[in-house]
């Protein structure tokens, strides 16, 4: 049912994910390894904020799966993950697995409230 649910650029043969209202979502949207050139811009994001996942995932779900995205532009989002408590793990941009890899990403102009509570100064992760 998740899966049916979350706009997945790859799966839908597209390349622009803009201006749309998208909430209550373990992960909002999923940039699988099919989107290089991609713009996300000027969306509403609300998230769960009860576990460990990201408002926008990067890469397969299948950790065997290799991404090597080129050109993403997160640009001028508003986003709130809801971590209000100690235990609360959410974050704005991260990859799916440990196969990730991201060349000219561009993220500017977005808008996070309520970071990660045990973390205020991560709101990337990122495969190093």
Not at 46 to 70: C, F, H, M, R, W
Request: glycine share 8%; net charge negative; charged share 15%.
């Amino acid at each position: 049912m998740e899966l049916e649910t979350q706009l997945n650029a790859s799966d839908r043969n597209t390349r622009t994910i803009i201006g749309n209202k998208i909430k209550g979502f373990e992960v909002n949207i999923r940039l699988g390894a099919m989107t290089s050139a991609c713009e996300v811009t000027f969306n509403y994001f609300e998230k769960s904020g009860d576990n460990v996942s990201s408002a926008i995932q990067i890469g397969s779900l299948n950790p065997d799966v290799a991404t090597y995205l080129t050109g993403i532009y997160i640009i001028g989002n508003y986003t709130n993950l809801h971590n209000v408590t100690k235990e609360m793990w959410s974050y704005f941009i991260g990859p799916s697995n440990s196969n990730v890899l991201n060349r000219e990403m561009v993220v500017e102009l977005n808008y996070v409230n309520a970071g990660n509570w045990n973390d205020i100064l991560m709101m990337f992760v990122m495969n190093i």
